[in-house]
């Protein structure tokens, strides 16, 4: 637990990084308390009629699972990839929507996730299962940390809602990098590729001119 809580107070360095409000040490405490007691909510869900769909091999795996390292999650709005221009600055799309998902863990392998959020001026657990994709992102993140050196908690998941993509974002130098997380067609990339998002979003910015303004 000791490290979980220090690999959060790293947050405050990813949520300045990418031009978003700073978050306190009391303010990443209180999304750790928040997800440790929604795990053990979790935990109490699963029954051995469900165990398949929230992502656990068998029942028991529910009683040893631990949280690995959180994603604070930044979305980017339709209208401000619509408006994005060569040149601009991508990380300035990026908005903080006080969120984290935290994986769900049994043996180190991902199995399911939490997601927390702060409402009324407090984290509270929000949603629980997503295997498929919570696997596929813990999957891509280690991948990336790995070839790249990048510490798995410098890591943000970047959803561009209206064309229903997910990336995970990070910094390297002075820019801001996402990988897929699956084949991507419009970027031309295998999951778990690095992409400058300059070029990411350069190349998305037309599909979303196109875009109906409906959820995909």
């Known amino acids: 637990m000791k490290s979980l809580v220090a690999?959060?107070?790293?947050?405050?360095?990813?949520t300045t990084a990418f031009a978003q409000p700073a978050r306190d040490a009391s303010t990443?405490?209180?999304a750790y308390v928040a997800a440790a007691q929604s795990l053990q909510t979790f935990q109490a869900m699963?029954?051995?009629?469900?165990f398949r769909q929230m992502g656990f091999a068998t029942p028991a795996e529910a009683k040893i699972a631990t949280l690995?390292?959180?994603?604070?999650?930044?979305m980017v709005q339709l209208d401000d990839l619509r408006a994005y221009r060569p040149g601009n600055d991508p990380a300035a799309l990026l908005r903080d929507l006080h969120k984290m998902i935290f994986p769900v863990l049994v043996s180190n392998q991902v199995r399911s996730s939490i997601t927390v959020e702060r409402r009324?001026?407090?984290?509270?657990?929000?949603?629980?299962g997503a295997p498929r994709l919570a696997g596929m992102t813990e999957s891509a993140r280690r991948a990336?940390?790995?070839?790249?050196?990048?510490?798995?908690?410098?890591?943000v998941l970047v959803h561009v809602a209206a064309l229903n993509r997910h990336y995970l974002g990070h910094r390297a130098g002075n820019r801001l990098i996402l990988t897929t997380i699956v084949d991507d067609p419009v970027l031309?990339?295998?999951?778990?590729?690095?992409?400058?998002a300059a070029d990411a979003f350069?190349?998305?910015?037309?599909?979303?001119?196109?875009?109906?303004?409906l959820p995909s």
């Open 144 to 155: 990336s940390s790995s070839a790249s050196g990048v510490a798995p908690t410098s890591y």
């Open 28 to 30: 990443t405490r209180e």
């Open 188 to 196: 031309k990339l295998p999951a778990g590729r690095d992409i400058p």
């Open 46 to 50: 699963v029954t051995d009629q469900n």
């Open 120 to 128: 009324d001026s407090h984290w509270q657990g929000t949603s629980f």
């Open 202 to 213: 350069g190349a998305l910015a037309p599909v979303a001119q196109q875009h109906n303004g």
């Open 7 to 14: 690999a959060l107070l790293s947050l405050g360095f990813v």
């Open 68 to 74: 690995g390292h959180p994603l604070p999650v930044a």
